[in-house]
């Protein structure tokens, strides 16, 4: 939004044609409460804090309200805004449709000005924060709004073309955010059903789908004889790692985490080579971390390199419910945060086991699953 600059309020970065300075009015002065009630025949509406209103008949909540006592609730049209009961911790909701909300709730009808850019600044950080923090009484759930110290408020204010610009490009960039959010939780879905399906279930040694060529049946073998257990040491010319769950390995000089550790220690660490499988400290309950570049860990972790087996798809597994749950849980021992691995039952743990090239394919397959979740997570 627009920042002092001189003695002129201005933004930073403005579409073409506009270089009129920014003003600052009071909310009441660009909005006006609305009280519109005796409309029994509009339907009643469920506000969803970030997401607008819809219709209570539709929503998911399955919210019961008495029917007799609509002619008491309050209009909304689209583009009003309404200061619902938790507006103190996520501002003000904008109604995308009409209908009727709770009389409990204050209604706000902009006087010539844009609803899309102002549903911007009133769920900003710094309107929350900063200018209605002061108008807000009360503690913990039982906070309100002083409504008439509300009207108050000092917000920006600029021509209404220059407003419909800056509300119609947020109003496309959440678009393209709520559509890369949908494929992403599709994909989700997708990769927890082909999960489930091609791995064999329930005792059976053939899995629901399998690629074209694959036939035979799969096999139970156990851990320690597909993946034997690596305890190099001395290497302090290699980099130190560190390790995120669900996301391999990183350079702690690179890591965001600015952990101290003692590089004269170093010769204690053990060596990890992309696609070795870690026990860390958080397996219990993560499974095990697959290392994604070459360097050392913490001696207190245990390093597993597999014999001519796919680490992309034994991941899979190692982080799946049923081996957390199911196969790991019996060998975790302690409580709480004291929780710990018996290294040498989970080595008797038997897992699936398919020839090398059904291995790589199932592998290959997730893994560009995976991609294509992290790049719509990313854009």
């Not at 939004?1 to 001189?6: C, T, V």
């Amino acid at each position: 939004m627009a920042e002092q600059h001189g003695k002129a309020l201005v933004p930073q970065i403005r579409f073409a044609g506009f270089t009129d300075p920014w003003e600052q009015r009071k909310l009441g002065e660009l909005f006006e409460e609305h009280s519109e009630k005796d409309r029994d025949d509009l339907p009643a509406l469920t506000i969803i804090q970030g997401g607008g209103t819809v219709h209570r008949d539709e929503s998911k909540r399955n919210l019961q309200f008495d029917r007799s006592s609509l002619s008491n609730y309050k209009v909304v049209d689209t583009g009003d805004f309404i200061v619902h009961l938790r507006s103190f911790e996520g501002g003000l909701e904008k109604a995308t449709c009409y209908g009727l909300v709770s009389p409990a709730y204050h209604i706000f009808r902009g006087k010539n000005v844009d609803s899309d850019f102002y549903y911007l600044y009133f769920r900003s950080k710094r309107f929350i924060d900063v200018d209605l923090k002061p108008h807000v009484y009360g503690i913990r759930d039982g906070r309100s709004i002083d409504i008439e110290g509300m009207k108050t408020i000092f917000i920006p204010w600029t021509n209404l073309a220059e407003q419909r610009q800056i509300g119609a490009f947020f109003d496309r960039l959440n678009s393209l955010i709520t559509l890369h959010q949908r494929k992403c939780d599709k994909l989700c879905v997708l990769k927890k059903s082909m999960l489930d399906k091609m791995f064999p279930k329930g005792g059976s040694l053939y899995p629901e789908i399998r690629f074209a060529g694959f036939t035979d049946p799969w096999e139970q073998r156990k851990l320690g004889e597909l993946f034997e257990e690596h305890s190099e040491k001395d290497r302090d010319d290699l980099p130190a790692l560190t390790i995120i769950q669900g996301g391999g390995t990183v350079h702690r000089d690179e890591s965001k985490r600015n952990l101290q550790f003692d590089r004269s220690s170093l010769s204690n660490y053990k060596v990890v080579d992309t696609g070795d499988f870690i026990v860390h400290l958080r397996s219990f309950e993560g499974g095990l971390e697959k290392a994604t570049c070459y360097g050392l860990v913490s001696p207190a972790y245990h390093i597993f390199r597999g014999k001519n087996v796919d680490s992309d798809f034994y991941y899979l597994y190692f982080r799946s419910k049923r081996f957390i749950d199911v196969d790991l849980k019996p060998h975790v021992y302690g409580i709480r945060d004291g929780r710990s691995i018996d290294i040498e039952g989970m080595k008797t743990i038997f897992i699936p086991w398919t020839n090398l090239a059904e291995q790589r394919q199932i592998g290959a397959f997730f893994d560009r699953l995976n991609s294509l979740i992290t790049l719509h997570q990313r854009k």
